[in-house]
């Protein structure tokens, strides 16, 4: 037994409630458990029991044992001086409150059914991809649309927290934000802390002073790169090197001390490629945050991504190593990467910031109308019998299995409330 399956077991009322009596025998009817407190204080506030003839309205503190109570020093605190029950799985002491009464005590233990038990033990016993693995997938199909549309919308929270600390950062200043987010997105996991560094040392407003050279706009990124530092033989990488050694002395800018990385690494996303398609992205579009902000329609957005490197890249994926014809356009998997994991976040967080509903569910309406990812998370997941149309649903599935499944929290999730309760 666990203090939170002892909660849960109270919050949901998994036990036998027929004829409950306290363990000083006077008889319990449970009007309403009491809401879970998630912070400081007693288990559950605002319970209503009655205990014999009365009818008493206050917290509900939980222990797996009741000497627990003074294990916690709970008698001279004040929050637990209203305590109206206490609840425990074994009851080896008898418990005087703050106010110098016995507490009216709750013996569980009997009380619950073996098979919930069992359950629940064999769920942080397994060893599987989930622990729900072989009883997948549990829940109907409108269980799981809910049950997806709500873990996506918390984590599209917890993204939203990122991104609010990301202003906070930037003095309040969106477009500085979304520019961040937008170049660690293209740096992709092996090189996002790179990019995000080369996109704090270039601000958008010296950004915008060069955006209709695109061959500045790249000295300015591949230089912060480090990749300018080499003796060329090519003509475009030299230009790009006179240009880059005069905005640096006009900056004062030092290259960033984070090098992007080439090794095991497909040539489409060698950090050159994306540095050239980020400078093409800058040079075709201003403002982009506001653009975001402004904008209804996700094919509108879609088009802004819709970017090839210059010419030069047609023929190269790295300076002084020409090959073979082949345009170096962003992709149709990178850009949805982009809209998953930089504008949608950006826009939900946005609308929290405001106190508005409308971003938040444009955010969510962009998110169904993405194409689910595919990665190991939601092949497995869909080997297993749970599947995902929708990037609404694949971040959803995410979430709950780095979230939720890796660390047993089956309490907190509706298929593991599904498996206890015997669905």
Partial sequence: MTERLLQYIWQFQYFQKTVLH??????????????????QG???NNARVKIGATEWAGNVELHIKSSDWYKHNHTPDKN?????????????????????????????????????????????????????????????DLGWIVWKERLAVERLHRKSLAVLNLLQQANNHWEEVFWWMLARNFGIKVNSDAFEAIAKSLPVTLLAKHKNQIHQLE?????????????????YPILLQKEYNF????YSLQPVKTNPFFLRMRPANFPTIRLAQLAVFIKQSTHLFS????????????????ITANDYWHYHYKFDEPGEYKPKQLGEQMTDNILINTIVPVLF??????????????????????????????TAWKKYGVT??????????????????????????????????GK
């Fill in 22 to 39: 306290t363990d000083q025998g006077e008889e319990i009817v449970i009007i309403h458990p009491g809401a879970f407190n998630l912070n």
């Fill in 42 to 44: 007693p288990d559950f």
């Fill in 80 to 140: 637990y001086h209203n305590i109206i029950l206490h609840v425990v799985w074994h009851n080896d002491q008898q418990v005087v409150d703050g106010n110098g009464s016995t507490l009216p005590t709750l013996h569980l233990e009997p009380l619950v059914a073996t098979v919930l038990l069992q359950r629940y033990e064999w769920l942080m016993q397994s060893q599987d991809f989930v622990p729900c693995q072989q009883q997948l997938p549990v829940l109907n």
């Fill in 219 to 235: 000295a300015l990124l591949l230089g912060q790169a480090g990749f300018l530092q080499l003796t060329f033989t090519e003509d």
């Fill in 247 to 250: 905005l640096a002395k006009k």
């Fill in 291 to 306: 653009i975001i902000k402004e904008t209804e329609n996700l094919a509108e957005i879609k088009a802004l991504l819709n």
């Fill in 349 to 378: 967080a946005y609308g929290n910031h405001i106190k508005q509903t409308e971003p938040k569910d444009r955010a969510l309406q962009w998110l169904g109308e993405i194409t689910a990812e595919k990665n190991n998370i939601t």
């Fill in 388 to 421: 995902c149309t929708s990037a609404v649903e694949s971040q959803a599935l995410i979430e709950l299995k780095n979230n939720y499944c890796n660390i047993k929290r089956c309490l907190d999730c509706a298929v593991g409330n599904g498996l206890l309760k």
